[in-house]
Each structure stands twice: as C-alpha cells, then as structure tokens.
C-alpha cells in the first residue's frame, strides 16, 4: 500500500512538471538573443537570453513570438518578443537552459534592461538618390564700348543628376531618431550666351555674337533631420524632416572682349568666365521604406524633396538663383548596429 502510494504522488509531480496541454515552448538557438518590448527590431530591449534557454509562448505575432520571461536575479518576472529567427519549438520545462546554454553576465543585463525611453540604436545608409528637377535661370549685364552699352546675356538650365547618399542615424527613442545624411555629385549645365557688340563707327547699330557651353557644377547636400519610425512586422517605415545646406561650384561666362578689324561687320569676341562657389540654407522633407532580410540589414526605398535655391553673380549685382535641391528619388541599404 505504501509502495502504491509513493508511485502515484511520483507520477503526480512528474506531471506538475510538464507543461500544460496546448502551451507552445520554444528554445532559443542563437547565442544570445534579445527580448525586445513589442514585436520590432527597434524597440527597446527587455531582457537578453542565451542558448538553450526554454519560454514558454502566449502570442505569436508574424514573425515575434510573445514570451513568458521567468524571474533572473533581481530582474522581474516580465513577457517580451522573441523573434522566430532565433528560437525553435521544443519541448521540455519553461525557464531552464539547456547545459551548453552560455549564462548572461549580470552587468550586461543591467545595460539591456534600461527602459524604452532610454534605448539607444544607430544605423547606416548606403544609396543613390536620382534627381528630377532641371532648374534655369537668366541673367544679364552692360559695360560700356564705343560710348555705348555693349550688353551680355546669358540663359542657363541645369540638367537632371543622381548622386550617391550616405547617411548615419540614432535613435534616441523607440519611435523618434536622428539623421545625418550627405551626398555629392556632379551635373551638366548647358548655358546659350549672346554678346550684343556696339559698332564703332554706327550708333545703334549692335552687332551679335552667340556661343553654346556645358558647363559642369560640383553640388554638395548636407541633410540634418528628426526621424519618426513605424516598424510592421519585416517593414519599417521612416517619415524625415530638417534643415538642410547645399553648396555649388561651377563656371559662369562673366563677360567679354572685343577685337574689330575693318569693315567691323564681324567682330571677334572673346568670352570670359570664372568660377564661382556659393552655399545656401533650406529644409528638407523625406519618406523611406525598409524592408527587413535578417535581423540588422534591410533594404530601403525612399524620396525626398530639398528647398534650397543657390544664388550665384555673374554679373556683378545680378544673382542667378539656381534651385538645386528639388524631388530626389532612390534606395539603397540600411544596417542597424
């Protein structure tokens, strides 16, 4: 009767032990892996698990599972996401790692365990962004020759370009962040410039003289914006808005010089130009798209729209106002670390 009774308060713990029908458990695969706060790979971190270690799940959520996190030192009982990735299902007792499972340092778990609105993530872009607008400007200038106004007049477009984007985020919250963002590159200005020459003997009688160039211009955009993010499961969306500055270099026809021969009907004209740098301040608005192929690399597409309008002087008083900035398209990656 006793034996009897022993083996079925045995059988009574045994069963206590194992998990109740219908619970899901999952063991963790990876060397360390990280409980987040809600199913995003940029929300906060609320514990830091290790190989072999068995949760128990309460929701599965996409591609996360909501875990039962057991209590671990002075760190509470609490429940988190885990993504699938990093686990498989198994079975066994909730809590317990396995005997090759790798303990987590008490320090580290402090550093992971701080609260959302500590969480601190970085990442980095890498992309081309191609632009559509194609900006013009005129500008005019007089100087006199032969007691008259020899006048020189000059109509510029800049051409579309694309240039490569590199830009380095923080997150200083799980929703909002900072972004610094640069790209530079080169595009094609095709610039018609008519000389109206006086005639030396004749009153106003000018004569004309045109010439066609492509010039280049070196453009520069420095882009310093507040980031707000959404992540959807593998998709992460990125809304961006700040100042920004943007700097041009190139060459402008300045002016002219004038050798006549008789009869005077065709005078050689020798057109001068020089270079020139200048730098404006505007603002930015842009909108990306991520989409997530591992737990730290993501793919992304995105646009943006700079208002920034460069003012050269051919001329001297006369400003060229060249909008450089405009709707700019493009993609890329992006790795967070």
Known sequence: MKRTLFFLLLTLSLIALLPAEGDLLVRVTAAQANVRQSPDFGAAVVRQV??????????????WYK????TAGTEPKATGYISKNVVEETSGTAGLASKT??????????VVSQPAGKAKKM????????GFDEPSADYSGTFTLYHEDAILATSAKVKK??????????????????ELSAAIGKRDIESTTTAHVPHPLRFDAMRTTTRHDTFSIDQMEICLGAVYTKSFGKLGVDVTAGPAVIRGKTDLVTGFSVVDTYPFTNPVVTFEKTSQS???FGFFVGASVD???GRSLAI????????????????????MKLKLGGLQAGGGIKFRF
């Open 291 to 293: 989409y997530y192929i």
């Open 161 to 178: 370009g694309g240039f490569p984007v590199i830009s380095v985020g923080y997150q200083v919250h799980p929703l909002i962040g900072l």
């Open 101 to 110: 499972a790798k303990p987590v340092q008490t320090k580290a778990a402090k």
């Open 300 to 319: 992304d597409a995105g646009v943006r729209y700079i208002s920034a309008s460069v003012s050269f002087e051919p001329v001297s008083g006369q400003d």
């Open 278 to 280: 200048k730098t404006a």
């Open 67 to 70: 875990v039962s996190l057991p």
């Open 123 to 130: 990442w980095v872009r890498v992309g081309y962004q191609a």
């Open 50 to 63: 290790t190989e072999g270690t068995v949760l128990k799940v309460l929701q599965t959520t996409g591609s």
